[in-house]
């Protein structure tokens, strides 16, 4: 009597996490969700020396502060730094494209590409840190 018991208590407790697992919102399996980010392989440059990079970007909904998509480009000592635009955190994958200004120092061909996904968490106190959620760096060509 006592093992049937014992049994049906475990068999019970084992259903209701699973239950609690898939149902829940926000529960173990939606947390993990990765944050991603890529660069693209080609980027664009004008010819008054304006960059344009894409990509795409993954990020958890469960994010709370605004979370910011930034890169660069560089050959040699020349580089182009890109101020990123808002990411939109629905666990969904995005595309981004973002465009600097001229006066980079960069020319058409091969350059060195980053992108950055960075949160802006506010949960340590006033003042917002920047958190670097993922990274990609890669080879890019730059194209007319």
């Given at each position: 009597m006592i093992n049937a018991r014992r049994t049906m208590l475990i068999f019970t407790a084992c259903i209701a996490a699973a239950l609690a697992v898939g149902l829940v919102p926000g529960s173990?399996?939606?947390?993990?969700?990765?944050?991603?980010?890529?660069i693209a392989p080609r980027g664009q440059i004008a010819k008054d020396g304006t960059i344009t990079l894409s990509g795409t970007y993954r990020?958890?909904?469960?994010?709370s502060g605004p979370v910011l998509i930034g890169s660069n480009a560089s050959q040699g000592d020349a580089?182009?730094?890109?101020?990123?635009?808002?990411?939109?955190?629905?666990?969904?994958?995005?595309?981004?494209?973002?465009?600097?200004?001229?006066?980079?120092?960069?020319?058409?061909?091969?350059?060195?590409?980053?992108?950055?996904?960075?949160?802006?968490?506010?949960s340590n106190g006033f003042v917002p840190l920047p958190v670097i959620l993922n990274t990609h760096e890669r080879e890019v060509t730059l194209r007319r």
């Open positions: 173990a399996g939606a947390q993990f969700a990765p944050d991603t980010i890529t990020c958890s909904s469960l994010r580089r182009a730094e890109i101020d990123g635009a808002l990411a939109t955190c629905d666990d969904r994958v995005h595309t981004w494209r973002d465009t600097t200004e001229p006066d980079s120092g960069l020319a058409p061909g091969a350059a060195r590409g980053r992108a950055a996904l960075i949160h802006l968490d506010a």
